[in-house]
């Protein structure tokens, strides 16, 4: 079954500190990989996304992540945090459908990062 | 462009009512999805449409339900409410499906009492 897997709620980083948010899938066939984040009383906003091509893909606020096929992750990161970083960050996958598998996306339960002043 | 509009954005009803909830794409967006968000099951997708016809379900029972209209607007529909129902609902447009990143609205605070 596809599940998406975000092994810390709670990540902890001092500004200006590089920061890493953790995030493992399984799919039957090829992996869309999106990151999400939500801001407090504030909807999902689209962060990055892999669908194919370069390992490392960049995105919005100086975020990027990294593709690991083998180790099946998709691991967020910035190389100097900011506390307006602060917010609810959601892995999310979807099958490409390239070994019947379902389209539907699955999302992770999120990690809250932290950033200290 | 204006953002993912979802109406109403708080919503009181009792067990046993029904709900519909209303969802305006961004412009030019032709999928429509709804997700349901809780602190205990996290973000749980319900449903997508695609030019008025439903793509994939997610595994709730038959008594959510959904359409998308002609002009990509979509509505849930929420039968025989449950106190398990209570979440905040999420509406997400894409220009398509799988590969196209989601732009979500605010979503609506349902609560079942």
């Avoid at chain 1, 906003?45 to 960049?58: A, E, M």
């Avoid at chain 1, 975020?63 to 917010?87: G, I, M, R, W, Y």
């Avoid at chain 2, 959904?66 to 529909?77: D, I, L, T, V």
Wanted: aromatic share 14%; glycine share 10%; proline share 5%.
């Amino acid at each position: 079954a596809q599940s998406v897997a975000q092994p810390e709620d709670q990540v902890n980083v001092a500004e200006g500190n590089p920061l890493t948010v953790k995030c493992t899938y399984s799919v039957s066939g090829n992996p869309y990989l999106f990151w999400y984040v939500q801001y407090p009383n504030r909807g999902l906003q689209f962060l990055l996304k892999y669908i194919t091509g370069d390992n490392l893909v960049k995105g919005s606020y100086g975020f990027e992540a990294e593709f690991n096929k083998s180790q099946t992750s998709f691991h967020l990161k910035k190389p100097s945090a900011l506390v307006s970083d602060s917010a609810l960050y959601f892995c999310a996958v979807r099958d490409g459908g390239s070994s019947g598998g379902s389209y539907i996306p699955t999302f992770g339960r999120g990690t809250s990062l932290i950033v200290h002043p | 462009k204006a953002g993912v509009t979802q109406t109403p954005r708080y919503l009181i009803k009792t067990r046993g009512q029904q709900v519909t909830l209303s969802c305006s794409p961004i412009s030019g967006h032709r999928s429509v999805s709804w997700y349901q968000q809780t602190p205990g099951q996290g973000l749980q997708f319900l449903f997508e449409y695609f030019s008025e016809t439903q793509r994939n379900k997610g595994n709730f029972p038959g008594r959510f339900s959904g359409r998308q209209f002609s002009n990509s607007r979509s509505e849930m529909n929420v039968s025989t409410l449950e106190l398990g129902d209570s979440a905040l609902y999420l509406c997400a447009s894409s220009l398509g499906y799988t590969s196209y990143e989601q732009y979500f609205g605010p979503g609506t605070r349902l609560t079942v009492t």
